[in-house]
């Protein structure tokens, strides 16, 4: 009797403590593939050494970095990759701050080098079991210690500065001249300096026309004037303006520009920056000496551009059609056959009169007379390369 007894207790113990043992190694499980805050890690940019990037055969790998890339350079890596030879595949478009990688074997590691800020930083990639779901790297001279789960700010919100607080400035540097006349009280506030710095390269010629500097916002917006002196159509990147004061480089934040200024006319564009390059202190002021780069861009691979020039006017065009069409019609309508070859034999001796006129030898204006205080004075109008 005692032995069905203890059969009889070992089946409900069992049938009591299973399903709670279950329930808690299934509540691990959960717990464990939930938590992948270390899948994340937070690196700071450095020249002194790669970093290490682990990626994995499934899925990809992003990497953020604090600026704009504006160049990759890497053996093994491929947007369109050959599986015999390419390590990596890689993913980016043009413009952004980030890219995406995925091994392609087992085993595969390669070294690529990116640019920033026109400084070239080294990674080192490898296949991992264990890959990073997002390597987000830092500015070179910021604390590398990050709280799991406490919200990274970049670019503008690092900064302190909204969208649509950009927008209201760039807007107030567009209509600065309308808004000084009509509305003085809006931007008596600013700062404001007028260089026409010019600058050429080639057939391209760039002058800026004014700065304007917003205290509040940490801001400076420029109004810069594009010319094409060439005889086919200069294209370049709307986002890709940029100052440099000195050896500090300040990328736009925001910018207003077409992409395009045709062959032989000249077209305005603006931009702001925002803030210093190392995150410190207050940014530049009007009156120091900027220097402007712009990127070019090809036409089929700029897909920015925008029309940024309207059609010449109508008066412009020219009329030789439209006058030979109208002679015709009076001619049509005139009668006497005799009258009408009188006329259009008159006409051509005229225009060939007026033609022969025109390409005849005209005596150039004597030169004026050169004094001898001349040699005292000075070409103002320099133009600085």
């Known amino acids: 009797m005692n032995r069905y007894w203890v059969l009889f207790l070992i089946a409900l113990l069992n049938t009591t403590f299973c399903p709670w043992s279950c329930y808690s190694q299934e509540s691990d499980i959960i717990k464990k593939e939930v938590d992948l805050s270390r899948k994340v890690v937070h690196k700071v940019l450095s020249q002194s050494g790669p970093a290490d990037v682990k990626v994995g ?3 990809i790998t992003t990497l953020e970095f604090p600026t704009k890339i504006e160049a990759i350079n890497g053996y093994g890596f491929a947007m369109q990759p050959n599986l015999e030879t390419d390590e990596f595949q890689l993913l980016y478009d043009k413009g952004t701050n980030f890219l995406s990688l995925k091994a392609l074997r087992r085993g595969a590691s390669a070294n690529l080098t990116v640019v920033i800020n026109e400084k070239v930083y080294c990674l080192y990639c490898q296949e991992d079991s264990d890959p990073s779901f997002a390597v987000i790297f830092g500015a070179p001279g910021e604390n590398g210690v990050r709280v799991m789960g406490e919200p990274q700010f970049t670019g503008l919100e690092k900064k302190g500065v909204s969208r649509e607080q950009l927008l209201g400035f760039l807007d107030k540097v567009k209509r600065y001249s309308a808004l000084k006349t009509a509305k003085p009280d809006s931007v008596a506030f600013l700062s404001v300096a007028e260089p026409n710095k010019t600058t050429e390269v080639g057939e391209i010629r760039t002058v800026i026309r004014r ?5 509040s ?5 420029f109004e810069v004037q ?3 002196r060439s005889q086919s159509d200069f294209y370049f990147d709307p986002q890709g303006f940029a100052v440099r004061v000195g050896d500090q480089k300040y990328d736009q934040s925001i910018s207003d520009a077409g992409g395009i200024v045709p062959a032989g006319t000249s077209v305005s564009a603006f931009f702001a920056i925002t803030g210093t390059t190392n995150g410190g202190g207050k940014g530049p002021a009007v009156d120091q000496k900027f220097d402007l780069q712009i990127r070019a861009a090809e036409a089929a691979t700029n897909p920015n551009v925008a029309p940024n020039f309207t059609e010449p006017p109508v008066e412009h065009m020219p009329r030789a059609a439209i006058g030979g069409s109208k002679a015709a019609n009076s001619e049509k309508g005139n009668v006497s056959g005799a009258g009408g070859k009188e006329t259009k034999k008159k006409s051509r001796q005229e225009a060939a ?10 005596t150039p204006n004597p030169a004026p007379k050169k004094h001898w205080f001349g040699i005292f004075k000075r070409d103002s109008g320099t133009v600085e390369r």
């Open 57 to 59: 055969l499934q899925g």
């Open 211 to 215: 700065v304007v500097r917003d205290d």
């Open 217 to 221: 916002l940490d801001s400076v917006g």
């Open 226 to 228: 594009l010319d094409n």
């Open 353 to 362: 009169q007026a033609n022969a006129n025109d390409h005849g030898k005209k």
